[in-house]
């Protein structure tokens, strides 16, 4: 007898149901005349977390939240399942779980419960970036609540780049010929780590594109679209012309090192990373450039990669209007981020869910990183969170999809295959992971 085939709609038709029953078992509890008592899971409630629960308990009577730490969130994620299976000790909200799974592929596990009549108010009241709603959403309909997303952009060293009179690209077919101009003099334009393929995923998301799709109860997979064939053709000219390092991440101090070396001039990042560089660099402090990450040739408007997460609501919460009102507040309210400021560094928490960040950008650029160009770095930062764009759905087994793609990314970047076998071995593999999993899936 075959296995029952999991499809998306059975799986969001259940998490439906269970939310128009509300069953009990969730972690809350009868609350009697008391608040309403929202247990959180959260992993890192020391460095950011906890400053933004205090504040919130301090300032609300009728709703406080509980935290509960996790160890890590391969833990929390083996934990929440266990929940949901048995009934029992459901939280109401658990931090965004990027990395073992994301909205889509929760709630095809039939993990989340869906939040949209919970979350229209706020989403009518226009808190959120539209960026950043995607994030939160299977189709039309919300399972979680948005958290937003760090702006994209780049940081070139623009002392080596004026030393050999090279203009500051504004395309990636402009950083390719400035890679060309540079090579010569034992300089790189970009570094691209063997075991880190977020370069090709990044330009596949400014490109327009996403490898998966919702398509009725099943999921279409497409690597070898237009726009992943754009995004392969820029990576594999860096590799073919010999334009790039590669400096591999796993060994944070040489990595940070030859970046300061002069050796590699282009550095794309985002504002949780300026801090880190700063402190961290001895050789090139104030020789960098924030400026707006390069574009296609052919793009009809400026686009940056956004691609957000969700603070999820699991099945079996038995508060969910209040556990959305928490997450909302904690995501887009003043008060919430401000509660997060570092006193050692000076900047807050990333507000990347909010339309506008510009009062928490100045924090987020420290001080001699860019030298006389600091000033610049407002701007770009903006310019990034507006040109936001968020095509990107992540399927049902991207963990193990993700783990086979840095394999075909080692392979590529060391010349073994080309970017389009990638694309190639990579559509194979997910299509055929994703029916030995008996989901439904279309795409060949």
């Given at each position: 007898?075959?296995?029952?085939?999991?499809?998306?709609?059975?799986?969001?038709?259940?998490t439906?149901?269970?939310l128009?029953?509300?069953?009990?078992g969730?972690a809350?509890?009868?609350?009697?005349?008391?608040?309403?008592?929202?247990?959180?899971?959260?992993?890192?409630?020391?460095?950011?977390?906890q400053?933004?629960?205090?504040?919130?308990?301090?300032t609300?009577?009728?709703?406080?939240?509980?935290?509960?730490?996790?160890?890590?969130?391969?833990?929390?994620?083996?934990?929440?399942?266990n929940?949901?299976?048995?009934?029992?000790?459901?939280?109401?909200l658990?931090?965004?779980?990027?990395g073992?799974?994301?909205?889509?592929?929760?709630?095809?596990?039939?993990?989340?419960?869906?939040?949209?009549?919970?979350?229209q108010?706020?989403?009518?009241?226009?808190?959120?970036?539209?960026?950043?709603?995607?994030?939160?959403?299977?189709?039309d309909?919300?399972?979680?609540?948005?958290t937003?997303?760090?702006?994209?952009?780049?940081?070139?060293?623009?002392?080596v780049?004026?030393?050999?009179?090279?203009?500051?690209?504004?395309?990636?077919?402009?950083?390719?010929?400035?890679?060309?101009?540079?090579?010569?003099?034992?300089?790189?334009?970009?570094?691209?780590?063997?075991?880190?393929?977020?370069?090709l995923?990044?330009?596949?998301?400014?490109?327009?594109?996403?490898?998966?799709?919702?398509?009725?109860?099943?999921?279409?997979?497409?690597?070898?679209?237009e726009?992943?064939?754009?995004?392969?053709?820029?990576v594999?000219?860096l590799?073919?012309?010999?334009l790039?390092?590669?400096?591999?991440?796993?060994?944070?101090?040489?990595?940070?090192?030859?970046?300061?070396?002069g050796?590699?001039?282009?550095?794309?990042?985002?504002?949780?990373?300026?801090?880190?560089?700063?402190?961290?660099?001895?050789?090139?402090?104030?020789?960098?450039?924030?400026?707006?990450?390069?574009?296609?040739?052919?793009?009809?408007?400026?686009?940056?990669?956004?691609?957000g997460?969700?603070?999820?609501?699991?099945?079996?919460?038995?508060?969910?209007?209040?556990?959305?009102?928490v997450?909302?507040?904690?995501?887009?309210?003043?008060?919430?981020?401000?509660?997060?400021?570092?006193?050692?560094?000076?900047?807050?928490?990333?507000?990347?869910?909010?339309?506008?960040?510009?009062?928490?950008?100045?924090s987020?650029?420290?001080?001699?990183?860019?030298?006389?160009?600091?000033?610049?770095?407002?701007?770009?930062i903006?310019?990034?969170?507006?040109?936001?764009?968020?095509?990107?759905?992540?399927?049902?087994?991207?963990?193990?999809v993700?783990?086979?793609?840095?394999?075909?990314?080692?392979?590529?970047?060391?010349?073994?295959?080309?970017?389009?076998?990638?694309?190639e071995?990579m559509?194979?593999?997910?299509?055929?992971?994703l029916?030995?999993?008996?989901?439904?899936?279309?795409?060949?």
């Amino acid at each position: 007898m075959q296995p029952a085939r999991i499809t998306l709609a059975s799986a969001v038709a259940v998490t439906l149901s269970l939310l128009a029953t509300a069953c009990g078992g969730g972690a809350e509890g009868d609350q009697g005349d008391g608040p309403v008592v929202i247990e959180m899971w959260s992993w890192n409630e020391e460095r950011t977390m906890q400053p933004i629960v205090d504040e919130f308990n301090a300032t609300h009577d009728d709703i406080q939240i509980r935290l509960v730490k996790q160890v890590d969130i391969t833990s929390a994620a083996a934990n929440l399942r266990n929940a949901v299976a048995s009934g029992e000790g459901v939280p109401c909200l658990v931090q965004s779980m990027t990395g073992v799974g994301e909205v889509p592929a929760l709630t095809a596990e039939g993990l989340l419960i869906d939040v949209t009549d919970a979350l229209q108010p706020y989403l009518d009241d226009g808190v959120f970036n539209e960026a950043a709603l995607p994030g939160a959403q299977v189709g039309d309909r919300y399972y979680g609540v948005p958290t937003g997303f760090n702006p994209s952009f780049m940081m070139i060293n623009r002392a080596v780049y004026d030393e050999y009179g090279i203009e500051v690209p504004t395309t990636w077919d402009e950083l390719i010929a400035a890679g060309e101009e540079l090579r010569p003099h034992g300089i790189y334009v970009m570094n691209l780590a063997g075991e880190d393929p977020s370069t090709l995923v990044n330009l596949v998301q400014q490109a327009g594109g996403s490898w998966y799709e919702i398509e009725g109860d099943a999921w279409r997979v497409d690597f070898l679209s237009e726009e992943s064939r754009k995004a392969a053709d820029i990576v594999q000219q860096l590799i073919d012309k010999n334009l790039v390092a590669h400096q591999t991440y796993l060994d944070r101090p040489a990595l940070i090192e030859y970046f300061d070396s002069g050796q590699m001039v282009s550095l794309p990042t985002s504002t949780w990373q300026l801090t880190k560089y700063e402190i961290d660099f001895r050789n090139t402090i104030g020789d960098w450039q924030p400026m707006d990450l390069p574009q296609f040739s052919d793009a009809g408007e400026f686009v940056t990669p956004a691609h957000g997460g969700a603070e999820i609501v699991p099945d079996g919460c038995e508060h969910v209007e209040e556990a959305v009102e928490v997450s909302v507040w904690k995501a887009t309210n003043e008060e919430a981020i401000n509660a997060t400021l570092d006193p050692e560094t000076g900047a807050y928490a990333w507000p990347g869910a909010v339309p506008d960040p510009s009062p928490w950008v100045d924090s987020a650029v420290p001080e001699r990183l860019f030298g006389e160009r600091r000033g610049e770095a407002r701007d770009v930062i903006l310019r990034a969170v507006q040109a936001g764009r968020d095509p990107w759905v992540v399927g049902p087994n991207y963990t193990g999809v993700f783990a086979e793609l840095q394999d075909q990314w080692a392979n590529a970047v060391n010349g073994e295959i080309t970017m389009v076998e990638l694309l190639e071995r990579m559509q194979d593999f997910t299509v055929e992971d994703l029916r030995s999993k008996n989901i439904n899936v279309v795409g060949s």
